[in-house]
């Protein structure tokens, strides 16, 4: 009965590896994020994915990739991870451009 | 650069007190103004607000946003314990959502 689901949770890692970040909802929304949320617990938009199609990247750097296989699932993959990485994910989605967002419950990543 | 500013940073109240949470914002092609309670997870979502001067309650809690000066309050009446949370404002544009810092609320028993 999630609504917005991320997996994993928890991700600890070393520096320097490669890593992903599952998101999946089941609202039928349109629309879906990513946001990180910092040790300050400043919230700050990363991607916007409407239909599948990238339209928002807030000057993320590149080793950010998501991938929209459908319009239910948005998906994170960080390249060569640094320490500076380390926060807290969550995924958002929205029935379109411009109503209200719901989140995930967050993955906590931590690099080493 | 779009930017949202809350105050205060954090409260600290007596069970039973009315409090106001402030956010003003500064947002290009502005959409809406949006309140989240953030406890130990995920933000949750509260109010959407669109329209200058239309109060939105629900239950003890009501918010209000006047676009006219580029604000908005968040009322919490009678607070309880549980109230206890980060309190954020987000607003609304081009496809994204920009956050305030947020204000850390205690209520204390």
């Known amino acids: 009965d999630t609504a917005v689901s991320q997996t994993p949770k928890y991700l600890v890692t070393q520096m320097g590896n490669d890593k992903s970040i599952k998101c999946e909802q089941n609202?039928?929304?349109?629309?879906m994020y990513w946001y990180k949320q910092d040790s300050k617990k400043f919230l700050k938009i990363m991607f916007s994915?409407?239909?599948?199609?990238?339209?928002i990247n807030e000057t993320v750097p590149n080793r950010f990739s998501p991938k929209s296989p459908d319009k239910a699932h948005l998906n994170l993959h960080i390249n060569s991870l640094e320490l500076g990485d380390s926060a807290v994910y969550f995924c958002a989605s929205s029935q379109d451009t411009r109503g209200e967002q719901y989140f995930g419950p967050g993955t906590r990543l931590t690099v080493t | 650069e779009d930017k949202v500013v809350q105050s205060p940073l954090s409260l600290v109240v007596h069970e039973g007190d009315t409090v106001t949470l402030n956010c003003s914002y500064e947002v290009t092609n502005f959409r809406s103004l949006l309140w989240y309670k953030q406890e130990k997870k995920a933000p949750t979502f509260l109010f959407m607000l669109?329209?200058?001067?239309i109060e939105k309650k629900s239950g003890r809690l009501s918010s209000i946003l006047d676009k006219k000066e580029l604000f908005s309050i968040l009322n919490i009446t009678a607070t309880q314990t549980g109230d206890s949370a980060i309190y954020l404002c987000a607003a609304g544009s081009n496809y994204k959502l920009t956050f305030g810092k947020g204000t850390l609320l205690t209520v204390n028993p």
């Open positions: 994915y409407n239909n599948k199609e990238l339209i």
């Open positions: 609202l039928g929304h349109d629309t």
């Open positions: 669109t329209s200058s001067g």
